[in-house]
T-cell receptor
Framework: NAGVMQNPRHLVRRRGQEARLRCSPM?????VYWYRQLPEEGLKFMVY????????ESGMPKERFSAEFPKEGPSILRIQQVVRGDSAAYFC??????????????FGEGSWLTVV | GEDVEQSLFLSVREGDSSVINCTYT??????LYWYKQEPGAGLQLLTY?????DMKQDQRLTVLLNKKDKHLSLRIADTQTGDSAIYFC???????????FGQGTELSVKP
């Protein structure tokens, strides 16, 4: 089952370090999304990307967070100088190209970031 | 901004039907989704419904949509203990890729 693949599943970082989370979309999917789930909260949209383009980054914090989806390779969510409040589960999702007959949005298993 | 609301908890007995309710505010909603999340796991897509439909059935799952009242429900027939999880309703906002999620309903199934 070549679903949405995320790694690492679990990541521990000290305050001030960088965290890099990777996501490979489902085969045939060209749209990638990142969501964050804070403890005891629902999922919040962060960013929507297509290959080499950021379509909507309205949910991204203004500082320290960045995302990319290069022409080759997985999408990367990068968090610089992590703080304890960044501890959360980060979920990647993907969907088929625009105009597809399906509007399915599939999620990966998540990357759990713990900042100590 | 747009909002999606769900009740937080639901407890049912094994074999009964479960109905999880959701309301949303987005008047231009096109697709609405139901996801299931088990502890420590990702979100499993259960089903979705296009906004011009009233109902969609998929095996034990029935989705009802009242677009006038902006109310969505998920009915699980013959609920099993393996159905215990958190269920999220989500609205595809503005036809783009942004899903607006409810807080999730924790379903507890008692034997």
């Amino acid at each position: 089952n070549a679903g949405v693949m995320q790694n690492p599943r679990h990541l521990v970082r000290r305050r001030g370090q960088e965290a890099r989370l990777r996501c490979s979309p489902m085969k045939g999917h060209s749209h990638v999304y990142w969501y964050r789930q804070l403890p005891e909260e629902g999922l919040k949209f962060m960013v929507y990307l297509q290959k080499e383009n950021i379509i909507d980054e309205s949910g991204m914090p203004k500082e320290r967070f960045s995302a990319e989806f290069p022409k080759e390779g997985p999408s990367i969510l990068r968090i610089q100088q992590v703080v304890r409040g960044d501890s959360a589960a980060y979920f990647c999702a993907s969907s088929p190209p625009t105009g597809s007959s399906e509007n399915t949005i599939y999620f990966g298993e998540g990357s759990w970031l713990t900042v100590v | 901004g747009e909002d999606v609301e769900q009740s937080l908890f639901l407890s049912v007995r094994e074999g009964d039907s479960s109905v999880i309710n959701c309301t949303y505010t987005d008047s231009s909603s096109t697709y609405l989704y139901w996801y299931k999340q088990e502890p420590g796991a990702g979100l499993q897509l259960l089903t979705y419904i296009f906004s011009n439909m009233d109902m969609k059935q998929d095996q034990r799952l029935t989705v009802l949509l009242n677009k006038k009242d902006k109310h969505l429900s998920l009915r699980i027939a013959d609920t099993q203990t393996g159905d215990s999880a958190i269920y999220f309703c989500a609205d595809l906002y503005n036809q783009g890729g942004k899903l607006i999620f409810g807080q999730g309903t924790e379903l507890s199934v008692k034997p």
